[in-house]
């Protein structure tokens, strides 16, 4: 988890973002434990890696989740906080502001992946 900055330690809302985001960060965990151990190793090993390689796998897939929803809360956060005539200007309406947030979100994720794939050939 990211060190907490001292404007922020006493914002509810940070701290309600924080645990939500571990949750999930378990959830995820758990949910893609629970359908790589039903996989047989053949099938494991025709995705690209091995039991071993379990924990990594796990781990780089639920990093890539929470770079995606720190991202998209990110720009939401950013966009809404412009007036219309502000977003106007950069020429968007309130309505595509989720749509942008998703993309970004997705362009971070792939590269995240990107990133985590150089490292694991590197090694």
């Not at 390689?53 to 991202?71: C, K, M, P, S």
Request: aromatic content about 6%; overall charge positive; proline content about 2%.
């Amino acid at each position: 988890m990211n060190p907490t900055s001292p404007s922020q330690a006493g914002k509810p809302a940070f701290w309600i973002t924080r645990l939500y985001d571990g949750l999930c960060r378990l959830s995820e965990r758990r949910a893609l434990r629970e359908v790589l151990a039903k996989r047989s190793d053949r099938l494991l090993a025709d995705i690209g890696f091995s039991r071993a390689d379990f924990a990594a796998e796990i781990e780089a897939a639920v990093a890539t989740l929470q770079t995606r929803r720190e991202t998209e809360r990110r720009i939401l956060r950013e966009l809404a906080g412009y007036d219309d005539r502000e977003l106007r200007d950069m020429g968007i309406s309130r309505f595509d502001i989720r749509r942008i947030a998703r993309e970004h979100a997705q362009q971070a994720v792939e590269a995240r992946c990107a990133e985590i794939r150089g490292r694991a050939r590197a090694a």
